[in-house]
């Protein structure tokens, strides 16, 4: 199957610092990835998705100016938390959708993000 | 929007036993996956399965579009099954996945 990978797995930062998180399919080529947040014991929330040269299309609720994604190329999307703070430590976790086919989506391994 | 429930919420089960796990949702999909969250947080794709029956091992699932309704049966339950299956539908006009609420697995050795 399609491999995602998400760099850092673990992240703590002090409260005001920016974070970036990476995303890369490394085997196919993604011209949409997703943003999502879970919270302990609940669902998967999409934060926002990502098309390849274009702008993000974000979720109702989620701030843009707050989560700054790009995603440059076909094979990387990165998310940038903007002047964290502690209501934003969260698992974060990115999907890319294979270009040709059937709109299968596969998952990166996460990014826990506290934020002191 | 969509809506998908999952049931049963939680399910202990005892190793070696079978399981049945449902997804309804509410509308037409283009697609659906099943997926199992393993504890250390990675979504492993299970099945991509917008219609009929699959198999892979001990799981395998089946969904009736029709009737907007997927069910994903675990037999031989191992301790490593253990975990949150959620499945999650796709409709093109969305042009994204919508989660279902999940169930929590735990196999008791």
Sequence with gaps: GAVVSQHPSRVICKSGTSVKIECRSLDFQATTMFWYRQFPKQSLMLMATSNEGSKATYEQGVEKDKFLINHASLTLSTLTVTSAHPEDSSFYICSARVLAGQNEQFFGPGTRLTVL | ?109
């Design chain 2, 1 to 109: 929007g969509i809506q998908v429930e999952q049931s049963p919420p939680d399910l202990i089960l005892q190793e070696g036993a079978n399981s049945t796990l449902r997804c309804n949702f509410s509308d037409s999909v283009n697609n659906l996956q099943w997926f199992h969250q393993n504890p250390w947080g990675q979504l492993i794709n299970l099945f991509y399965i917008p219609s009929g029956t699959k198999q892979n091992g001990r799981l395998s699932a089946t969904t009736v579009a029709t009737e907007r309704y997927s069910l994903l049966y675990i037999s031989s339950s191992q301790t490593t099954d253990s975990g949150v299956y959620f499945c999650a539908v796709f409709k093109a006009a969305g042009n994204k996945l919508t989660f279902g609420g999940g169930t929590r697995v735990l196999v008791k050795p």
